[in-house]
């Protein structure tokens, strides 16, 4: 079974500017959530996705958003980039249908605000 | 944001050493999970507990899900070079509305000299 797969794997953007992380979860599964992970604060959790309805929200303004598919692929989106938005952002994808249990990662994108 | 207690923060052992880590929380987890992350990857999950004093093995790891629920221990035995990286610990407390969100520690950074 192929793993979670996130695209791109770099990105490079300029303050004010907006970017979407795309995530394709492991075949199967239906839950997906997106994470933060920055030296400073470690891994924070964003959103859970499942059938394509947000279930859960991390503490993170407004300008980051998701969205996930009728195919369980989800996107993120982070509007007006901020310099402290540089981090790697990784999703996992879960099987079970409540809790979060298992999470498996992918790669992460890392972006990088300049 | 939320993180658990995660110690040591760093180990530096000579290959064949056994190690041991640990994560505390001050609330009580349903799943405690530990993954490892090396350099450009996301975190690969390595043991999933579930019931309060299981023990779970996987090869050369062992995993404890601590009786209060409020703490896991991970050991290494007989370590080699490739056990670099940085291990994650990460829990999940069951209730209502909170799917998907895992709870991570600091995570212990382990390098082994051959």
């Known amino acids: 079974k192929a793993g979670v797969t996130q695209t791109p794997r770099y990105l490079i953007k300029t303050r004010g500017q907006q970017v979407t992380l795309s995530c394709s979860p492991i075949?199967?599964?239906?839950?997906v959530s997106w994470y933060q992970q920055t030296p400073g604060q470690g891994l924070q959790f964003l959103f859970e996705y499942f059938s394509e309805t947000q279930r859960n929200k991390g503490n993170f303004p407004g300008r980051f958003s998701g969205r996930q598919f009728s195919n369980s692929r989800s996107e993120m989106n982070v509007s007006t980039l901020e310099l402290g938005d540089s981090a790697l952002y990784l999703c996992?994808?879960?099987?079970?249908?409540?809790?979060?249990?298992?999470?498996?990662f992918g790669p992460g994108t890392r972006l990088t605000v300049t | 944001g939320q993180q658990l207690n995660q110690s040591p923060q760093s180990m530096f052992i000579q290959e064949g050493e056994d190690v041991s880590m640990n994560c505390t929380s001050s609330s009580i987890f349903n799943t405690w999970l530990w993954y490892k992350q090396e350099p450009g990857e996301g975190p690969v999950l390595l043991i999933a507990l579930y019931k309060a004093g299981e023990l779970t093995s996987n090869g050369r790891l062992t995993a404890q899900f601590g009786i209060t629920r409020k703490d896991s221990f991970l050991n290494i035995s007989a370590s080699i070079p490739s056990d670099v990286g940085i291990y994650f610990c990460?829990?999940?407390?069951?209730?209502?509305?909170?799917?998907?969100?895992?709870?991570f520690g600091q995570g212990t950074t382990l390098q082994v000299k051959p």
């Open positions: 996992a994808s879960s099987a079970a249908g409540t809790g979060a249990y298992e999470q498996y």
């Open positions: 075949s199967g599964h239906r839950s």
């Open positions: 990460a829990g999940h407390a069951e209730y209502s509305g909170n799917t998907g969100k895992l709870i």
